[in-house]
Nanobody, 124 residues
Framework: QVQLVESGGGLVQPGGSLRLSCAASGRTLSTYTMAWFRQALGKEREFVAGIMRSTGRTYYADSVKGRFTISRDNAKNTVYLQMNSLKPEDTAVYYC?????????????????WGQGTQVTVSS
């Protein structure tokens, strides 16, 4: 079993940047495919970005492609989400997720482990 803890959220102006972190304990993160999801108020949880456990290949939702970057530091057992050029529509609670699957899946129900979430608010 793996425990996930997100950090790095906050209030940022449109066009600004934030870096979210997801620290894992209990198991080596490199054995899991990792993803970031987000859930805005009144909306369903949606896939943002993912990184495969084996190859490190990354995948992104169209809405964040070119602005967000997911990465992992296996030595620190941490996954990151660098968010640039933030927009008000990026406002949401961001969740880190992990699963033993080889491929990145974009449906939240297919991930076994979740963090508690961190709030990101983009507003002037």
């Amino acid at each position: 079993q793996v425990q996930l803890v997100e950090s790095g959220g906050g209030l940022v102006q449109p066009g600004g940047s934030l870096r979210l972190s997801c620290a894992a304990s209990g198991r080596t993160l490199s054995t899991y495919t990792m993803a970031w999801f987000r859930q805005a108020l009144g909306k369903e949880r949606e896939f943002v970005a993912g990184i495969m456990r084996s190859t490190g290949r990354t995948y992104y939702a169209d809405s964040v492609k070119g602005r967000f970057t997911i990465s992992r530091d296996n030595a620190k057992n941490t996954v990151y989400l660098q968010m640039n050029s933030l927009k008000p529509e990026d406002t949401a609670v961001y969740y880190c997720a992990a699963d033993r699957t080889v491929v990145v899946r974009t449906t939240s129900s297919q991930y076994e482990y979740w963090g508690q979430g961190t709030q990101v608010t983009v507003s002037s």
